[in-house]
Structure formats: structure tokens, C-alpha cells
């Protein structure tokens, strides 16, 4: 899939539902400013990768929080491109694709790569072909940061050691099953040499 145009159950600035799954909600903000305070702690990235625009949360955080100089990021749907164009139109830096991330010519390595994208194929993951396309965009230096929700253990990629930075609570997020969670994570990878 290169890109699509999708057709929401809900797209409005707070929620966007599709087939009946939450992929995003604003009920997340709180969790991604606590991610972005402790990523901000620990690498202060020049280039910032991000896959998935969503409702533009974490993109505003990365760019408050973060400030890099460069700060790449690739949307599939076009609806949702069209807010990210908007989006890169008040930022210095910031550059849009239209495009599934694994196919989109990106300029890697970025010194930070942030990991949201929502899966609209429904098809399995193939997590080594995926770990090796995010290991080329981070390279031998950069981090991988993605998000952690829940209190069990994170998501780990085969070639890169995980870190958890820090565990916390935040308010209740709408989660993408129709559940709701209060426990969260803040997680780096980082590429095995």
C-alpha cells in the first residue's frame, strides 16, 4: 500500500475511529507530553523522523519539546496528510510525505525516529522486515521511540535493545479495542550494534 483515502466512522479534532477502533484520541495528549518530557531528558534529537501524523499530537509536542532542526513525517491516508500539510505550514522544518513509511525515499539516518503509525491492512506484522526497515532509518546512532501503553513489558524489535525509560500513570486513554488504560511507559530502542 503506498496510500489511501480513508473514510472515517469519526474524524473530528478529538477522535478519529475507524471500523469501529479508536486510532487516536485527544484522551492521549497527556501520556505523549509525559513521553516527550522524558525523551527530551535524554537525546536531543537534530532530525526527527516521525511515522504517523494521527491528530497531530505528538507532532506538536515534538516540535515544542524537542525542537529539532529537521522533523520528516509520513502520513498514508490523505485526509489526515491534508492536516499534516497544514500542520508543516507553521513550522520551520518540517517536511510531509504522503505515503506508507516503508516505501517512502527518506534521507536517513534521523537521530530519533518516532514510531505511531496505525495498521490499516489488517494484515500480520512481519516484525523482522519492520525492525530492519527502522534500524536503517536510525542507523548506528540514532533512537527508535514508540509508544508504551499498559504496565506489562514493551514491544521489543528483534536487532534493538530496549529501554524503558520510565513507567507512570495518566489519565484514562481511549485504546484502539475500546478499552481504556492508565499506565503507560516511555520507551527508547536503541540498534545493536
Given at each position: 500500500?503506498?496510500?489511501?483515502?480513508?473514510?472515517?466512522?469519526?474524524?473530528?479534532?478529538?477522535?478519529?475511529?475507524?471500523?469501529?477502533q479508536v486510532v487516536m484520541s485527544r484522551s492521549e495528549a497527556p501520556y505523549f507530553w509525559e513521553l516527550f518530557d522524558r525523551v527530551a531528558q535524554v537525546v536531543r534529537p537534530a532530525r526527527v523522523l516521525?511515522?504517523?501524523?494521527?491528530?497531530?499530537?505528538?507532532?506538536d509536542?515534538?516540535?515544542?519539546?524537542?525542537?529539532p532542526a529537521e522533523h520528516?513525517?509520513?502520513?498514508?491516508?490523505t485526509g489526515i496528510y491534508a492536516d499534516l500539510v497544514r500542520?508543516?505550514?507553521?513550522?520551520?522544518?518540517?517536511?510531509?510525505?504522503?505515503?506508507d513509511w516503508r516505501s517512502v525515499p527518506l534521507a536517513a539516518p534521523f537521530d530519533l525516529v518516532f514510531y505511531d503509525p496505525f495498521d490499516y491492512t489488517g494484515e500480520p506484522d512481519d516484525a523482522v522486515r519492520e525492525a530492519g526497515?527502522?534500524?536503517?532509518?536510525?542507523?548506528k546512532e540514532g533512537a527508535?521511540?514508540?509508544p508504551h501503553f499498559g504496565n506489562g513489558p514493551p514491544r521489543v524489535l528483534p536487532g534493538f535493545r530496549t529501554v524503558v525509560l520510565e513507567r507512570f500513570t495518566v489519565p484514562e486513554i481511549d485504546m484502539a479495542d475500546g478499552t481504556n488504560c492508565r499506565h503507560a511507559a516511555a520507551v527508547l530502542c536503541y540498534p545493536e550494534n
Open positions: 500500500m503506498t496510500n489511501t483515502s480513508l473514510t472515517f466512522d469519526v474524524k473530528t479534532a478529538d477522535r478519529l475511529i475507524w471500523q469501529g516521525e511515522i504517523g501524523f494521527g491528530l497531530g499530537i505528538s507532532a509536542l515534538i516540535q515544542r519539546r524537542l525542537q520528516h513525517i509520513v502520513e498514508i491516508d500542520f508543516a505550514g507553521n513550522y520551520r522544518g518540517v517536511l510531509a510525505y504522503l505515503g526497515l527502522l534500524r536503517r532509518l536510525v542507523g527508535l521511540c514508540h
